[in-house]
């Protein structure tokens, strides 16, 4: 599916749907300051206001499959992608800071440390990159 499905945490009630990406979804993240993220297959992550689920930025980078998003305690979108690549993203412009080098396969997984300084990533040969 290519649709992002907006659910109301406290009631259950469908709120809405978000449409942009034109490859099924493989990944979402939601900021403190409920800014929505969505990963999708085409290779780009879309951003969307937690107010009105409006589109607020496309980021492009990635040259293949978003896999997984991460968001540290900075703000700092990661990506991590079928391209053998962690990207690093600013939370409020969605610019661009730097692609973490070294990944030899694809990358399928995120996790931030509870300090916010630490970050892994694990690839599709089961290799965990300590960043």
Known sequence: DTTVRVWSIADGTFLSTLEGHTDYITSLAVDVDGTMYSGSVDATIRAWSGEDGTLLRTLLGHTASVRCLAIGADGTLFSGSWDK??????????????????????VRALAIGADGKLYTSLSTDGAIAVW
């Open 85 to 106: 690549t962690v990207r690093l993203w600013c939370g409020v412009t969605g610019a661009p800071r730097y692609t973490l080098p070294g990944m030899q396969f694809a």
